[in-house]
């Protein structure tokens, strides 16, 4: 019934852009927080940036703050993140996520529903 398909991924040079998009089905993002993880070859899966529709809030981990940006189209039911200035060390696949909660959640575990992920690769 769920299912949340991640796109946008791709292969591109340090410095340039790209927008992963999330679209949901068989929920609505409306009451849901929905988060952005990213999980590198060797190393363990990591938070990126989250949203919450009832909280209204956003939230991004320390290396991309102000190059990454969560927003959300409600009539599409989907999530983007737009990612700038891109840099080796954000190649990973990049996944989306969703929990029936109030506030941003930051750990893998605290989500229910996944997406298959989308991978990104940033060459120097």
């Known amino acids: 019934q769920v299912q949340l398909v991640e796109s946008g991924g791709g292969l591109v040079q340090a410095g340039d852009s790209l927008r992963l998009s999330c679209a949901a089905s068989?929920?609505?993002?409306?009451?849901?927080?929905v988060g952005w993880f990213r999980q590198a070859p060797g190393k363990e899966r990591e938070f990126v940036a989250g949203?919450?529709?009832?909280?209204?809030?956003?939230y991004y981990r320390d290396s991309v703050k102000g190059r990454f940006t969560f927003s959300r189209d409600r009539a599409k039911n989907t999530v983007y993140l737009q990612m700038n200035n891109l840099k080796p060390e954000d190649t990973a696949v990049y996944y989306c996520a969703a929990q029936l909660s109030g506030r941003i959640l930051t750990g893998g575990s605290d989500y229910g529903y996944w997406g298959q992920g989308t991978q990104v690769t940033v060459s120097s």
């Open positions: 949203i919450s529709w009832i909280g209204d809030s956003t």
């Open positions: 068989g929920l609505s993002f409306s009451r849901y927080t």
